[in-house]
């Protein structure tokens, strides 16, 4: 079993859907939790930034943390065409060390 | 604002041939720097990670080093390039433990 489970997709949704990506784990010690949106040919870029349980909500983004059944969210209201990109979800117990989902692929169609 | 600088691009190089990927970071010091390779969906794959000038620490036994010369700087090297090291390297930076990561925009490799 790996540390990190993610749908590889892709997820293809209508402008203005709301998008809903998950991330499930294994290891109860993980408690920094991140998302990254990595569009093609491009590095990762840090969307999401969230240490423990709870929400965090920043402009049409908001991450959900449920370390209780060891399952994380990232929510995109209002979807756009410039959300399409491949979104990875990572997590570690100290940052010293990150381990990386393999990603989902959505893709906003107008 | 800090800001990571990776280079080249892209790159093909034949097999047997050395490479030399740099990367380097602005505005900050001490940071602590990695090199990470991405393969269609495998995810992203730790190689190196340095929290001080030579210090290197290796997550994956492999054809590949690694070097920080100075403290914002890191070279990620080999000797002799195989097919098997082609893909997508991606260098990072984070302030220390408690920070998340930021990444360059990555080089792609293609040993031919």
């Known amino acids: 079993q790996k540390e990190v489970e993610q749908d590889p997709g892709p997820l293809s949704v209508p402008e203005g859907a709301i998008v809903s990506l998950n991330c499930t784990y294994s290891?109860?010690?993980?408690?920094?939790f991140m998302w990254y949106r990595q569009y093609s040919r491009k590095g990762p870029e840090l969307l999401m930034y969230?240490?423990?349980?709870g929400n965090k909500e920043d402009g049409r983004f908001t991450a959900q943390v449920d370390k209780s059944s060891k399952y994380i969210s990232l929510f995109i209201r209002d979807s756009q065409p410039s959300d399409s990109a491949t979104y990875l979800c990572?997590?570690?117990?100290?940052?010293?060390?990150?381990?990386f989902g393999t990603g989902t692929r959505l893709q906003v169609f107008p | 604002s800090q800001t990571i600088h990776q280079w080249p691009a892209t790159l093909v190089q034949p097999v047997g041939s050395p490479l030399s990927l740099e990367c380097t970071v602005e505005?900050?010091?001490?940071?602590?720097l990695y090199w990470y390779r991405q393969a269609a969906g495998r995810g992203l794959q730790l190689l190196f990670y340095?929290?001080?000038?030579?210090?290197i620490s290796s997550e994956v036994p492999q054809n590949l080093s690694a070097s920080r010369p100075q403290d914002r700087q890191f070279i990620l090297s080999s000797k002799k390039l195989l097919l098997s090291d082609s893909g997508f390297y991606l260098c990072?930076?984070?302030?220390?433990?408690?920070?998340?990561?930021?990444f360059g925009n990555g080089t792609r490799l293609t040993v031919t």
């Open positions: 990072a930076w984070a302030t220390g433990y408690d920070s998340p990561l930021h």
């Open positions: 290891n109860s010690a993980f408690q920094y």
């Open positions: 969230t240490y423990s349980s």
């Open positions: 990572a997590m570690s117990a100290n940052t010293d060390k990150l381990i």
């Open positions: 505005g900050t010091s001490n940071p602590n």
């Open positions: 340095s929290v001080g000038i030579g210090q």
